[in-house]
């Protein structure tokens, strides 16, 4: 059984009763998608491949049967208590490619607020990395407003390539919360997915 079989294996179970019959409406991103990604991003995880292969987002994602609405990752906000969206292919590629033409890194964005305010940057993540470089697979919970998942494949020194950047809002601050994709769907498994509200 791979990681994303058994991250699946432990979600769907305790999914709330009202999103079941959204998530049988989900379909698998194409392999024409996929490879999409991995033009885009030639070192994105194949666990993420595997996960987005077997269901192609789940915030407001409009497959053939349905919309989908499913809140099925997490991060360490609220003690890992606060629930995030999986982004779809077309998504992630939109994301990229809005930010690309906004031209704007973390440096630009917050200038000299950046200098004067240790919390907004953690370590090993470059401030100067335009932000269209780094994947966007997740929005939280508030459509991104609150919280946002990045994989970021061109860490600063200290970093590691491939990491999870955690973006939390007001107050502002980027934060790794996983080395790698693997290690974050394995921190969902070891958390036992407390994103999830077992009583709605």
Known sequence: MTLVDRFLAGLLPRLPQEDAPMWAWTEAASSTDLQRLRERWPQVPESLLVLLGRVDGTHFRT???????????????GEGRYPYYLRSVDQI?????????????????????L??????????????????QRLCFSHCMNNGGTSVL?????????????QVVRYL????????IAPNFDAYLQQLIDGDYAFIDEDA
């Open 93 to 113: 590629v939109e994301d990229s490619a809005q930010w690309q033409r906004w031209g704007e890194s973390i440096r630009s964005i917050y200038e000299e607020w």
């Open 115 to 132: 200098e004067e305010d240790a919390e907004i940057l953690g370590d090993g993540i470059d401030a100067d990395l335009p932000m269209g």
């Open 169 to 176: 809002h007001d107050p502002d601050s980027y934060r790794v």
């Open 63 to 77: 497959y053939p049967k349905g919309e989908v609405v499913v809140l099925m990752l997490g991060s360490d906000v």
């Open 150 to 162: 990045y994989l970021d494949f061109d860490p600063a020194p200290g970093g590691t390539v491939g």
